[in-house]
């Protein structure tokens, strides 16, 4: 089933000489479940596209559609909603709130909406990613990995339509990366979620379902490597 759709889409800054195409006409469908690895050189586009799929920025041109919902057709306010509940971002950085436990991060969108927490749900996220006795402790006190497990924790626990990483273990080392992104593979098979990540580690790309290759704004190449990988 297509989660996302994408038509058209560009984004441009600056005017006349200045003027820069980040993303030029790009068309896309993604499918629910799917795996998808965005790479490219530096300045190709990858992030910006991430940050279109997810609502962050808004286009110069185009349509993007998640789960049949115009994206860019909602007020300021829908659009904060929808990034709550629609869609789950995980970065390089972990962006995790110091005052916050890891379980207070984890729960963030959640409260932030206040919704009921889905207490099974969130038992069983914590455990597969290995968090249950790190739950109580703050950012300072936990490992880079641990971190940007509470990150994805953080991605995960509104059950999101699709889930948006960009370089997620570009802070970690190879062990920690590994790992991450074998927790990531097993979550979103398991709720059936749509994982779209920027890399430049290739390693990780060739895990994906589908490799897609920016260049200079456009895709280059799009290359599905297998409909199942667990």
Known sequence: MEVVKVENLSKSYGTGNTRVDALKDINLTI?????VAVVGPSGSGKST???LLGGVDKPTNGKVYVDGVDVYDLSEKELAIFRRRKVGFIFQFYNLVPVLTAEENMLLPILLDQKKINREHFEELINILDL?????????????GQQQRVSI???LAY???IVLADEPTGNLDSKNSKEIVNLLKISIRKYNQTLILITHDLNIASQADRIITMEDGSIIKDEVITSEKL
């Open 31 to 35: 499918n629910q479940g799917q795996f």
């Open 49 to 51: 596209l991430l940050h």
């Open 132 to 144: 249950n006795d790190r739950r109580h402790h703050l950012p300072n006190e936990l490992s880079g």
């Open 153 to 155: 924790g953080r991605a």
């Open 159 to 161: 059950n999101p339509s």
